[in-house]
Nanobody, 117 residues
Framework: QVQLLESGGGLVQAGGSLRLTCAASGELATANTMGWYRQAPEKQRELVAFITDGGTAKYADSVKGRLTISRDNTENTVYLQMNSLKPEDTAVYYC???????????WGQGTQVTVSS
């Protein structure tokens, strides 16, 4: 069983920075994609960014140039560096991992990010 543990959320002023961390434990296939979704109140969950085990990263247009995703394959950990935060970035951020061959997906419990204006 794979478990994901997130950390790093919190309250920050607009223009500030936060770094989210998500560590996967258990038997995780090497070929996988890790990433982050977010869900703001009364809005649908949206994809923020993902990164493959080979290091290819993709971002939502709304976060390009401000958020950076990275990963440590040896530690099965994914990071989301968030700079120049805006109030509209306020949401619960969920990390996930999807195994390439089995298509099994696992989710973290979510971490709250609040950006004050």
């Amino acid at each position: 069983q794979v478990q994901l543990l997130e950390s790093g959320g919190g309250l920050v002023q607009a223009g500030g920075s936060l770094r989210l961390t998500c560590a996967a434990s258990g038997e995780l296939a090497t070929a996988n994609t890790m990433g982050w979704y977010r869900q703001a109140p009364e809005k649908q969950r949206e994809l923020v960014a993902f990164i493959t085990d080979g290091g290819t990263a993709k971002y939502a247009d709304s976060v390009k140039g401000r958020l950076t995703i990275s990963r440590d394959n040896t530690e099965n950990t994914v990071y989301l560096q968030m700079n120049s935060l805006k109030p509209e970035d306020t949401a619960v951020y969920y990390c996930y991992v999807r195994e390439f061959f089995s298509s099994r997906s696992y989710w973290g419990q979510g971490t709250q990010v609040t950006v004050s204006s």
